[in-house]
C-alpha cells in the first residue's frame, strides 16, 4: 500500500502568520524614528531655534559649556537701532577665514564691499569663499573670488608676488530682520592672501572668536562672558611690539616679544572693568605694518566703536527661559515670560 503525504496545514499556517508579524514589526521600526546620533550642540541648537522666542535669553543646565559656545541662535529685533543712510568706511586689512554678524533692521539690505589680494607666497589656487546666512541659519548668499592666476612653483615670501586687489560687493537684498551671519573662507594653503574690508552699509557688525588683523590703528573687543582669556600671537619679527588694552579704569601694556608663541591676557582680576575694551597698535603712528592673531571662544571683536551688538545669547543666570538636559532629554522650564 502507497504511502498518502498529508500537509501539516496547520504548521504551515503558523510560520506564515510568524512571517507576517515579523515583516509588520520590521516595517513598523523602519518608520519609527531612530535615536538621534547628531552632536548635542545641533540638537540643542534646533531645539532653541523652534522652541524659545529668538530675542529671549536663555540659561541650560546639564550641558558642557564648550558645548554651549558652539551653538547659534541669531537674534531678530535690536531695541533703539537705526539703520545707516551713508556708507561706513572700514580700511582694515585681514587674513584667513573669519566669522562676522552683522544686523539688519526689517528692509533694509545687506552691502559689504572688499577686495582680495593674493600674496602668492605658496603654490596653489587661493580662493576666498564668501558665504552669507539669514537668521533662520539658512545660505542666501555664496561666492567665490578665484585665484589671480599668478602662479607660484615654490614658496617664496617675495613683496612683488603680490597680486592686484580683485574688488567685489556682497549685496544681500533684505530676507527678514535680525542678526546675519558672514562667513569668509580661505581656501589656500598658509592663508595666501589679504582680504581688504573697504566699507558697509551696517553700523552694527562684530567678528567672532578671531581676528587675524594686519593692518590697523586700534579695534575693540568686548566679552561674552566675564573671566574670558584673549589669545594673541604673530608669525612675524617685524610684528613683535607693545600694544595698550584700555579697560574702564585700568589699561595695561601687553608686550609681544616672541614669534610663533601664544600670549594671553585674562580679566578675571578685572572683570567688569575689561569688558569692553579697546586695542591700541603702539606702531601704527610709525606706519609700520603689523600681523597679529587674536582670538578667544567667548569675545566679539569690532572694528569700530559703536559697531557692537549681541548677536546671540546663552547665558548662566538671570534668563527668560531655562533650559534642562537630563538622561540624553531636553526639557523645558519656563521662567520669566517676556514679550519682544
Not at 566703536?305 to 519656563?334: A, R, W
Request: hydrophobic letters at 35%; aromatic letters at 14%; one cysteine or more.
Amino acid at each position: 500500500m502507497a504511502y498518502k503525504y498529508k500537509p501539516k496545514t496547520q504548521t504551515n499556517k503558523a510560520v506564515l502568520i510568524g512571517i507576517a508579524i515579523t515583516a509588520f514589526v520590521i516595517g513598523l521600526l523602519l518608520l519609527l524614528p531612530g535615536k538621534d546620533e547628531r552632536p548635542l550642540e545641533v540638537r540643542l541648537q534646533e531645539y532653541l531655534m523652534k522652541k524659545v522666542p529668538r530675542n529671549a535669553t536663555v540659561a541650560v543646565e546639564g550641558v558642557d559649556p564648550a558645548v554651549l559656545d558652539k551653538i547659534e541662535r541669531p537674534i531678530v529685533w535690536l531695541a533703539n537701532y537705526t539703520p545707516s543712510k551713508e556708507p561706513i568706511d572700514l580700511n582694515v586689512t585681514i587674513r584667513g577665514s573669519h566669522k562676522l554678524w552683522v544686523y539688519l533692521a526689517d528692509g533694509e539690505d545687506l552691502e559689504l564691499n572688499l577686495s582680495k589680494q593674493d600674496l602668492n607666497w605658496y603654490n596653489g589656487t587661493d580662493v576666498l569663499r564668501i558665504e552669507v546666512y539669514n537668521p533662520d541659519l539658512k545660505l542666501v548668499y555664496n561666492y567665490s573670488i578665484e585665484d589671480d592666476g599668478i602662479d607660484v612653483v615654490e614658496k617664496q615670501f617675495d613683496p612683488k608676488m603680490l597680486g592686484k586687489e580683485q574688488f567685489h560687493r556682497v549685496f544681500v537684498k533684505n530676507k527678514g530682520q535680525g542678526a546675519y551671519k558672514i562667513l569668509l573662507i580661505s581656501q589656500a594653503k598658509g592663508d595666501d592672501f589679504y582680504i581688504h574690508l573697504k566699507s558697509t552699509m551696517q553700523n552694527k557688525m562684530v567678528f567672532q572668536d578671531k581676528i587675524y588683523i594686519y593692518l590697523y590703528d586700534n579695534f575693540w573687543f568686548n566679552c561674552l562672558k566675564y573671566n574670558c582669556n584673549l589669545n594673541f600671537m604673530t608669525y612675524h619679527n617685524s610684528s613683535l611690539q607693545n600694544f595698550n588694552i584700555i579697560c574702564t579704569k585700568n589699561n595695561y601694556t601687553i608686550s609681544l616679544n616672541q614669534t610663533n608663541k601664544i600670549f594671553n591676557f585674562t580679566t578675571k582680576n578685572d572683570e567688569n572693568n575689561c569688558k569692553f575694551s579697546k586695542i591700541e597698535n603702539h606702531k601704527s603712528s610709525e606706519k609700520q605694518k603689523t600681523s597679529l592673531i587674536f582670538s578667544s571662544n567667548k569675545i566679539s571683536f569690532f572694528i569700530y566703536q559703536n559697531s557692537f551688538f549681541y548677536p546671540y545669547s546663552i547665558v548662566n543666570k538671570n534668563s527668560d527661559y531655562l533650559v534642562i538636559f537630563k538622561e540624553n532629554k531636553i526639557f523645558q522650564v519656563k521662567n520669566i515670560e517676556k514679550k519682544y
